[in-house]
T-cell receptor, first 110, second 114 residues
Framework: SQQGEEDPQALSIQEGENATMNCSYK?????LQWYRQNSGRGLVHLILIRSNEREKHSGRLRVTLDTSKKSSSLLITASRAADTASYFCATDFTGNQFYFGTGTSLTVIP | EAGVVQSPRYKIIEKKQPVAFWCNPISGHNTLYWYRQNLGQGPELLIR????????DSQLPKDRFSAERLKGVDSTLKIQPAELGDSAVYLCASMSGSRYNEQFFGPGTRLTVL
């Protein structure tokens, strides 16, 4: 399968703590994206990192990419209850064709 | 700017019945995707369109699924006949023609096959 795999499958933290989730994949990529999905809703794009980039920031989000290990991590700092959602990585191997992982379910406890 | 529109939002049908889902992408977006998302899983690509051309439909179960994108704008995904295992959320996404760009997702259609 070309899908990425997120780790952990589920994560529960207290509000204000940091949340880290990881994504591993199997073949070389053009870029990797992270998406958020609230319960019963569509996916929302969070951040894109290209294969020649190692780290990107967007607000409270920090994404790293290690192409040698074929892995990426998403860090959410100072978490809020509104961050409760499922988070997916999507890898682009062939150009505009995305393969999603199984997701990490994040619960932020107020 | 309006987002990706999908209808219906929910559909309940008996097995062996046909069903169709409709998607209106963001204006000007050349690329359109249909995904299926099973409960607790990530979206799985069914088909990708570049304008009106289906450029990858390798994951589409062609014995019962069909899709079209007339005039390169709206798209319809059809299942005939539906099976119990088709119960899932069907997501449509669109993207502009640029590389390294983000997909915009619709809210999805939740299909329940009884």
């Amino acid at each position: 399968s070309q899908q990425g795999e997120e780790d952990p499958q589920a994560l529960s933290i207290q509000e204000g703590e940091n949340a880290t989730m990881n994504c591993s994949y199997k073949t070389s990529i053009n870029n990797l994206q992270w998406y958020r999905q609230n319960s019963g809703r569509g996916l929302v794009h969070l951040i894109l990192i290209r294969s020649n980039e190692r780290e990107k920031h967007s607000g409270r989000l920090r994404v790293t990419l290690d192409t040698s290990k074929k892995s990426s991590s998403l860090l959410i700092t100072a978490s809020r209850a509104a961050d409760t959602a499922s988070y997916f990585c999507a890898t682009d191997f062939t150009g505009n064709q995305f393969y999603f992982g199984t997701g990490t379910s994040l619960t932020v406890i107020p | 700017e309006a987002g990706v529109v999908q209808s219906p939002r929910y559909k309940i049908i008996e097995k062996k019945q046909p069903v169709a889902f409709w998607c209106n992408p963001i204006s000007g977006h050349n690329t359109l995707y249909w995904y299926r998302q099973n409960l607790g899983q990530g979206p799985e690509l069914l088909i990708r369109y570049e304008n009106e051309e289906a450029v990858d439909d390798s994951q589409l179960p062609k014995d019962r699924f069909s899709a079209e994108r007339l005039k390169g704008v709206d798209s319809t995904l059809k299942i005939q006949p539906a099976e119990l295992g088709d119960s899932a959320v069907y997501l449509c996404a669109s993207m502009s023609g640029s590389r390294y760009n983000e997909q915009f997702f619709g809210p999805g259609t939740r299909l329940t096959v009884l």
